[in-house]
């Protein structure tokens, strides 16, 4: 269910006043908001289960690994890139990739 719906509620959205602001101040910004978020969210992320840290992705190549007590981890991760997410029911299949496009496959069915 998560790739098909695009799993919005994975993310947290960082206001246009903190973005505008220096790295220090984004940085303090996320490690409050990580904090926040996990006694908001209970700890647990839907359809993924345990929350057990957050990345605060800077760049398409570059983010910051905090645990779930916004401490940063890791400076300079290298994040890795959504892939494809796939449903299979009976001989059909759904796929999402990356960009949001969806390729439908159905076998035909020779048993009838």
Known sequence: MAAFTGARWRFIQIPDAILDSDQAV???WVQ???REHYIEA??????FGQITGYGWRQQED???LLDIEGRVVDAAHTPSTPGRGTLTVG???LEVVKDGSLKIDAALDTDK
């Not at 209970?42 to 359809?47: F, M, S, Y």
């Open 62 to 64: 570059v983010s910051v």
């Open 42 to 47: 209970k700890g647990v992320c839907l359809c």
């Open 32 to 34: 409050q908001r990580c």
């Open 26 to 28: 984004q940085l303090g």
């Open 91 to 93: 001989n059909k299949s």
